[in-house]
């Protein structure tokens, strides 16, 4: 028989590895998930939230705040190196793995999700303005498409002398960002609920409740967390100096419900685009005719008008199209005999530029919701230019997106701004 030990074996405690820092956060999406499936316009029934995917956002939204860093000094090559060694490195052209390819025990951050709750969504709740890829579907597919009620626990590990660089990417994610499709128009819109480092509660970055303390908390994190550039050519970004009312701009729509505040946000944005000029008699079956001078520029390009559209507005015609600066490609659609056809408004090399302008709710520390708006320094022209392509001619008509002043003082709704998107943020004080 064997002897038994006379004591019991030391106790031994895991050498706790200061190298390492590992958080566990705890979110909601505030609005619903849109798409964000390995199927396009399709919520994933199993995993509606993939690690995969925030590791995409996590990338987007460190390149906006830390791409910008002296050492890279405005070098693409550079800042993709520095990105690959911290997110993991993008497949080849000709690789066959998935586009974050690098073995996940080389990448410097390590994701995991676990999806605690997700639920159909109330489509009747959502801003037909933000979810017009959804028209097209029928009832079925549409149900597919969107999830709410979603919360979800991620767990991320990082060297910790990488702590700066991660925790910008993830302050911006959860302030401007979210998860799934069509966030820049506030689907996916996150809310962090608690965050755990190394076993240790910490505080949720949160806004504070008052309007103007929400500005200022924004400014501060923006001065922590975004480099001074230069920025590689290209690279949508943050700005260092954030600017309210320049930059991005905080409402109140005194509701505390995110959806509520959304659709405020959407509603404005779609009243700004489709504004209606003043001086047309309007009626349920003539609504009226456009403010800006896209549609007339058109007609004048084409040759074609109905005859109760040949006097352009403004008048004389501004050739011009501006409402390029909210993204493209733009569908001109024409409803009346004698006008033009379809016409598109894009990129002459690059067909799709996603949009500068992100609009969500936030929500703020004591259960407040602002609506947001932000603008992210962007490329202001594309190579090439802009074209127009006419429905059944190939043919690109190259044109201009870019007003003068002087044309700027002609379109009522911008006050003489040149600026188009710095325009809407001065319309949601005023509207």
């Not at 031994?12 to 998930?33: A, G, H, W």
């Not at 959860?174 to 509660?201: D, M």
């Not at 001065?223 to 920025?231: A, E, Q």
């Amino acid at each position: 028989m064997r002897k038994q030990p006379g004591s019991p074996p030391p106790q031994v405690t895991p050498k706790r590895d200061d190298t390492i820092i590992t958080q566990v956060r705890e979110y909601e999406l505030i609005t619903p998930l849109f798409g964000g499936g390995v199927t396009p316009n399709e919520a994933d029934p199993v995993t509606p939230i993939r690690g995969t995917e925030i590791r995409g956002h996590l990338r987007f939204w460190w390149r906006a705040c830390r791409g910008g860093k002296a050492e890279f000094n405005g070098d693409l090559a550079k800042m993709k190196k520095a990105e690959g060694e911290l997110w993991g490195t993008a497949a080849k052209k000709d690789d066959k793995k998935s586009s974050d390819s690098q073995p996940e025990d080389k990448k410097a951050v390590q994701i995991s999700v676990s999806t605690t709750n997700a639920s159909r969504a109330d489509l009747n709740s959502l801003p037909s303005y933000a979810a017009f890829p959804l028209q097209p579907l029928n009832n079925a597919d549409r149900e597919k498409a969107v999830r709410s009620n979603v919360s979800f626990q991620l767990t991320i590990s990082f060297p910790a002398n990488q702590q700066k660089e991660v925790e910008a990417a993830l302050w911006a994610w959860e302030t401007f960002g979210g998860i799934g499709a069509r966030t820049r128009r506030g689907f996916g819109a996150l809310r962090c609920i608690s965050v755990e480092e190394n076993n240790q509660a910490k505080t949720a970055l949160l806004s504070e409740a008052n309007l103007a303390k929400a500005q200022q908390w924004i400014v501060d994190n923006a001065k922590k967390h975004v480099t001074d550039g230069p920025w590689p050519g290209g690279v949508s970004h943050l700005t260092k100096n954030l600017i309210e009312g320049t930059h991005f701009k905080l409402v109140s729509f005194q509701s505390n419900e995110p959806i509520v505040v959304w659709n405020s946000l959407i509603e404005s944005l779609k009243k700004f685009r489709q504004k209606l000029h003043p001086s047309i008699r309007q009626n349920a079956r003539h609504p009226g005719r456009s403010e800006w001078p896209e549609p007339s520029a058109i007609r004048q390009l084409t040759n074609q008008s109905h005859p109760d559209h040949r006097n352009p507005i403004p008048n004389p015609a501004i050739n011009k199209f501006p409402r390029a600066s909210f993204g493209l490609p733009i569908i001109f659609h024409f409803k009346d005999n004698g006008d033009p056809v379809d016409t598109t408004l894009q990129g002459a090399e690059h067909e799709r530029l996603a949009s500068p302008l992100i609009l969500r709710p936030l929500t703020c520390r004591d259960g407040k919701v602002v609506g947001l708006a932000l603008i992210l320094d962007h490329p202001k022209t594309l190579p090439g230019g802009f074209v127009l392509l006419k429905k059944g001619n190939p043919t690109p008509q190259p044109v201009n997106a870019t007003l003068t002043p002087d044309e700027a003082k002609r379109i009522p709704l911008l006050n003489g701004q040149t600026d188009i998107l710095r325009a809407f943020l001065d319309y949601l004080t005023t509207h």
